[in-house]
């Protein structure tokens, strides 16, 4: 047995970044092709409910229960992808022109940020994260005379998700997003994935479904 130590070389981790982005728009539960998405500045990851409600007995605290979590955020972006105009309840009628306020379609999102050590910097790795069946709310946005100090407007979006089943894992609840770590998972296995969500020269870019993203890491045996 070891005596525990900190700060180890190349122990001392963080995250930081967000790049990569990708647009899947949703097709019938499924999420056939990617897009990419230029112009990201910024993923909030917002987990709500699974407060706690406690009950009492004998004058004591007798349990408790937590309700179900709940999974949405917010994207920020200075530009997105045409496609984007349909989660945001808009419809292209012709190039150019655009209807508001119309129905807004769920889709996927995929995103990376960096995972950067003491030793690497922010060359040590990285995280894929996944977001399945999200929907976006109306999101204002201000646009400013130009002036001596001008800035791009960025835009804001904020969604919330409904979770979809995981039948390869025993008693998984619903999810609404997966995240695979660089550091922790087979480069040929992460490969694979990356391969279906970027595309490749041969094949489109598509968003497996989470059992389909499990599979493509297999636990090993031995």
Known sequence: ???????????????TGTDRGVLYIQDKGAYPKGVAWNGLTSVTE??????E?????????YGSLRGAEEFGGTINCYAYPDEWAECDGSINVVPGVVLGQQKRKPFGF??????????????????????YNATVSPSEAEYQTVNDSPEGIEFSYE???????????????????????????????????EDKIYGTAETEASLPLPDDVIAMFPKTTG
């Open 1 to 15: 047995m070891a005596r525990i130590t900190w700060d180890g070389v190349g122990e001392k981790l963080f995250e």
């Open 46 to 51: 917002s987990p709500s409910g699974a407060d």
């Open 53 to 61: 409600n406690a009950f009492y007995a004998d004058n004591i605290k």
């Open 110 to 131: 995929s995103y990376r940020s960096l995972i950067g050590n003491d030793a690497d910097g922010i060359d040590h790795g990285y995280k894929i994260h996944l977001i």
């Open 159 to 193: 969604f919330t998700t409904t979770p979809i089943p995981v039948n390869s894992v025993p008693g998984a609840k619903p999810v609404a997003r997966l995240t695979i770590d660089s550091t922790k998972v087979k480069a040929d296995q992460l490969k694979t994935l």
